[in-house]
């Protein structure tokens, strides 16, 4: 748990340091970013592979408590999780019917995928989701060298079953406290922020949130690169995440309307900071380019900007362009 | 070491008595020429500052090779880049001095865009009695002019003249952070992060290119490089280093494009080790060569590595230069200090090394006894010839007096930059605005 807290916070600082890259003297410097979006990335697969962790055992208890029984649970956000079937209304979109499939699977998968990553949440993703998009195991694995940063929607990917309540816990959380689990949150139409709004309009911190908690709510699009595993290439631990792959699944864009930037990249994600602008995860064809060109975008807070980052974490086609 | 100090302070700031510090006196580069009589510091305003040593006299025992302001220059000037609507900075990355051929001087200073090579030579005699000019230079009133003379030297006030001689611009995409002259003296590369270009000193118009790191899609960009230098004595030889803490030695006969390289110097990473901020810590600030050649000195942010050449799996030595940071490292990245440059210098023997760290400390290590001291670049310790005491960290447990907790160390005050006589005991090292130089004298060539 400190892990993730330590992450997510290491996030954030990562973001704001891009972004004000942007202004600084002398131009954007390659190195330093290179570094920061090194350990940006590190960061987020601790956060990911935490969420996941607890995000497992959380469904494990819940389908334990199917038949009825609720076991006892410490995580207290476990009794805002919705069983798997249900449908907070927030999760209308896209992602509804795919969870219901995957719920039963879930558990099943989750089981025998343990031996993996142990209580990973990576591996109740990608196994739940092999229904669904069966190459979303496979392009994990295989693409494990894409060095370019695909921030696997773990949000996406996450059952949608997760409770609203619970997510939104999540989400609330991420800013600025250590993202307890317990915290439980209100979050059901996805639309409060909570929090989250530290003077940002929408991404931002919010998005390692959304990573993790969001998942289960949040993903409004999934398309098959989704379904890559970035959970399952969830470090196992901590440490190998920064060592591990160097392309972080890229994080599928969002249905958000929320798009912060029109651009042309047909990804982008965003952190969504807010109910409101949750699900908006788009990929950017590059990260820094967005930051570089976006011109359009000079009004909105850097946050936006870190956001956008994080979804393209490891695009440099922009950055370097602006070079 | 102990050693026996005398110690010179040159303030660049205008505040000297506040502690209030002008940026663009920020010193960031400090380099000795080939014989070290002659000093050059590069700030962030882009003014480079050239000390003489003093020539000694035995009838001024006490001033015996101290350090004086030779002359100062406006090197690089603030530019911009209306392509890309980026500012260029004017701060000068680097200087390197070119072997003495006559009896002017010449150096490179570079800033992240454009190299300079400036000729700094002294004037001491003028002509005197021009027949058509008078002393000032106004024509003279020919009717006046009755009797032809030949203009003679005269002894002047000696006046040094800099002089820019050749400008090299507009090779590199991105920021230069090393410039290295070859053995051949005429030659000299130029590093920035992904590529690096060979000049001749003699010609601006062209150079070429002899590494590209740079991927065809920059999304798979995972390393760049960081310093460069050519071998002191081969001049066909380079090292190159990058953010992922490797070592590469290219071999400039084998190909004209050294992408592919004749070594790659590795230390395989431990991977139990700190997680978040490893690949920032293992990232090379500096790389030098010995000046024997044979061996090769990498900075990371947390320790000195000290690598044969022949012997790519492994560094022969490491030294933890401040290994108390460790558990740090996360504030270290919020304020920044993580990504400071660090740079590493050998004395004339190849037998001590020296860096830098925080706290306005630096620290030196004898390769041999396996010794080390930490020292201090302050004002407020240290007095003119008075001995530097050697400093020390707790890292731990009860503090000792006289010893700093980690905890009291001044992040703000660091010493990235320093240099090293090249025959002598003489350090100058560079503590923000501040130029330090200290002496040996217990050691050095006296009488």
New interface residues.
């Given amino acids: 748990m400190e892990f993730k807290v ?2 997510h ?2 996030m954030t ?1 990562s973001l704001g ?1 891009i972004y004000s890259s942007r202004v600084q ?3 954007i ?4 970013n ?2 920061v979006s ?2 940006l990335r ?2 987020r697969q ?1 956060y990911l592979s935490e969420q996941e962790e607890l995000y497992l055992q959380q469904q494990q208890q819940l389908l334990l408590a199917q038949p009825g029984e609720q076991s006892p649970e410490t995580w207290s956000d476990r009794t805002e999780c919705e069983p798997p079937t249900e449908q907070s209304p927030s999760w209308a979109e896209m992602e509804s019917n795919i969870s219901k499939e995957q719920a039963p699977s879930w558990t099943e998968m989750g089981r025998t995928d343990s031996k993996e990553q142990p209580a990973s949440w990576t591996e109740v993703e990608s196994s739940g989701y092999k229904e669904q998009a069966p190459s979303w195991t496979e392009m994990a694995r295989t693409d494990s060298k894409e ?2 940063s695909s921030w696997t929607e773990m949000e996406s990917n996450n059952p949608e079953q997760q409770a609203a309540s619970w997510t939104e816990g999540q989400r609330t959380d991420c800013q600025e406290q250590p993202l307890s689990r317990v915290h439980s949150e209100e979050r059901t139409d996805r639309q409060s922020p909570k929090g989250l709004e530290e003077g940002r309009t929408t991404r931002e911190p919010r998005a390692p949130c959304r990573a993790v908690a969001g998942c289960p709510g949040r993903l409004v699009r999934r398309t098959a690169r989704e379904q890559e595993t970035a959970c399952t290439r969830k470090r196992r ?7 591990a792959e ?1 392309a972080s699944p890229l994080k599928r864009a969002r249905t958000e309307p929320v798009v912060l930037q029109a651009n042309s990249q047909s990804e982008e994600e965003q952190m969504e900071t807010s109910s409101n602008v949750s699900s908006l995860i788009n990929i950017f064809g ?1 990260s820094f380019s967005g930051l570089l060109t976006k011109e359009e975008s000079e009004g909105e807070s850097g946050q936006i900007c870190c956001d956008q980052v994080l979804g393209s974490m ?10 | 070491m102990g050693e026996d100090i005398d110690t010179r302070k040159i303030n660049n700031s205008f505040l000297r008595d506040q502690n209030y510090v002008t940026e663009a006196d920020i010193i960031s580069t400090v380099e000795f020429n080939h014989t070290g009589e002659l000093l050059a510091t590069g700030d962030k305003g882009g003014r480079v500052v050239i000390f003489q040593r003093e020539q000694e006299t035995k009838s001024q025992p006490h001033h015996q090779g101290e350090y004086n302001v030779y002359s100062t220059f406006q090197s690089h000037e603030p530019e911009f ?1 209306y392509l ?1 609507s ?4 004017e ?1 000068i990355n680097k200087i390197r001095w070119l072997p003495q051929q006559n009896a002017a001087h010449f150096l490179l200073s570079t800033n ?1 865009k454009t190299i300079k090579l400036w000729k700094v030579s002294e004037r001491d005699k003028r002509p005197e009695g021009y027949n058509l000019k008078d002393e000032e230079g106004r024509m003279k009133d020919l009717s006046t002019v009755t009797v032809l003379q030949v203009p003679v030297l005269k002894p002047m006030d000696l006046m040094v003249e800099v002089t820019p001689r050749k400008i090299f611009a507009n090779a590199h ?3 230069i ?1 090393s410039i290295s002259v070859n053995s051949d003296c005429e030659t000299y590369m130029s590093a920035d ?2 590529r690096i270009n060979l000049w001749h000193l003699g010609i601006t118009d062209r150079s070429f290119n002899i590494v590209d790191i ?1 991927p065809v ?8 490089i ?1 310093a460069a230098e050519f071998h002191p004595h081969h001049c066909n030889l380079l090292v190159y280093s990058s ?1 992922k803490g490797t070592l590469r030695l290219c071999d400039m006969r084998a190909a004209a494009l050294c992408d592919k390289h004749s070594k790659l110097f590795e230390e395989p ?1 431990d ?10 810590t293992s ?1 090379v600030s500096d790389v030098k060569f010995s000046h024997s050649g044979r061996y090769m000195m990498t900075r990371d942010y947390l320790t000195v590595k000290v690598w044969d050449l022949n012997m790519e799996t492994k560094p022969i030595e490491t030294y933890q230069i401040h290994d108390y940071l460790q558990s740090k490292l ?1 504030s270290l ?2 304020n ?1 200090c993580i ?1 400071d440059k660090f740079e590493c210098a050998w004395n004339g023997s190849d037998s001590v090394i020296m860096t830098g760290a925080y706290n306005n400390f630096f620290r030196m290590f004898d390769r041999n006894t396996k010794r080390d001291v930490t020292l201090e670049a302050s004002r407020e310790n240290s007095k003119p010839r008075a001995v530097l005491k050697p400093r020390k960290v707790c890292t731990g447990g009860k503090r000792r007096k006289d010893e700093i907790s980690v905890d009291s160390l001044d992040f703000n005050k660091k010493i990235l930059h320093m240099a090293w006589h090249p025959t002598e005991n003489i350090i100058a090292v560079a503590a923000t605005n501040n130029l330090y130089i200290f002496q040996d004298k217990v050691n050095s060539e006296m009488h």
Wanted: glycine content about 4%; aromatic content about 10%; some cysteine.
């Fill in positions: 330590e992450a916070r290491i600082i340091k003297r002398g131009g410097k390659l190195h330093k290179l570094l090194l350990v590190s960061a601790v060095p370019a631990s901590p440490e190998q995440g920064a060592a160097p590059s490891g695009s440099w086609s922009r950055a370097i362009v602006a070079f | 880049d890309k980026l500012e260029i900075e701060k992240d995409t991105y920021h952070n992060d992904l740079k899609d920059m999304e798979e960009l995972t390393e760049v960081t953010s990473e991977p139990s080790n700190r997680f978040f901020f490893s690949e920032i990232s996360c990245y919020e920044d990504f």
